[in-house]
T-cell receptor, first 112, second 116 residues
């Protein structure tokens, strides 16, 4: 089955700086890669996603890049704000089996 | 448009007991997936239901079972509870045109289950 690894486990940045979180996946059949933000006591919130036929997608301060050859994808947050502080999860969809596999999460702390 | 809702919010059970967790899908969604999230870890896929049929299952024993109803709401049942079942249980709904074609999932707030 699919294996998703996520780095770093914790990330601390100054307000206004950029943050980058990276994930790798093992199954070349995976074709959809969402990113979720989870705040304390809440369920994960979909913030951006990318499909395997696209290399990059951007939504305001958030962007995701995908390198299918290397099997890795990254989340980029620019001009970070304190409200960006949360745990971020990457995931990969193993399409043939309709299963989502999640990374272990990155705790982002944006210092004011 | 209402989001995904789950009940109850918190639950405490004793080892060996049975529990039923409930999920209401987001309006217009026909697919529900259930996940187990242990403290400090990412969600782990339990199973998915599409139009009332199980449509994919993760590495969970048969004592984890589910149902999806005609209105696309869903239940997760866990029998013979073990201490390791203590976790946040999340459901996520999505819209699928066919089995194995759901992409954007929207999560509920979860049910925190504690087994003592």
């Amino acid at each position: 089955g699919e294996n998703v690894e996520q780095h770093p486990s914790t990330l601390s940045v100054q307000e206004g700086d950029s943050a980058v979180i990276k994930c790798t996946y093992s199954d070349s059949a995976s074709n959809y890669f969402p990113w979720y933000k989870q705040e304390l006591g809440k369920g994960p919130q979909l913030i951006i996603d990318i499909r395997s036929n696209v290399g990059e997608k951007k939504d305001q301060r958030i962007a995701v890049t995908l390198n299918k050859t290397a099997k890795h994808f990254s989340l980029h947050i620019t001009e970070t704000q304190p409200e960006d502080s949360a745990v971020y999860f990457c995931a990969a969809l193993e399409d043939n089996f309709n299963k989502f596999y999640f990374g272990s999460g990155t705790k982002l702390n944006v210092k004011p | 448009e209402t989001g995904v809702t789950q009940s109850p919010t918190h639950l405490i059970k004793t080892r060996g007991q049975q529990v039923t967790l409930r999920c209401s899908s987001q309006s217009g969604h026909n697919t529900v997936s259930w996940y187990q999230q242990a403290l400090g870890q990412g969600p782990q896929f339990i199973f998915q239901y599409y139009r009332e049929e199980e449509n994919g299952r993760g590495n969970f024993p048969p004592r984890f079972s589910g149902l999806q109803f005609p209105n696309y709401s869903s239940e997760l049942n866990v029998n013979a509870l073990e201490l390791d079942d203590s976790a946040l249980y999340l459901c996520a709904s999505s819209y699928s045109l066919a089995p194995a074609s759901s992409y954007e999932q929207y999560f509920g707030p979860g049910t925190r289950l504690t087994v003592t």
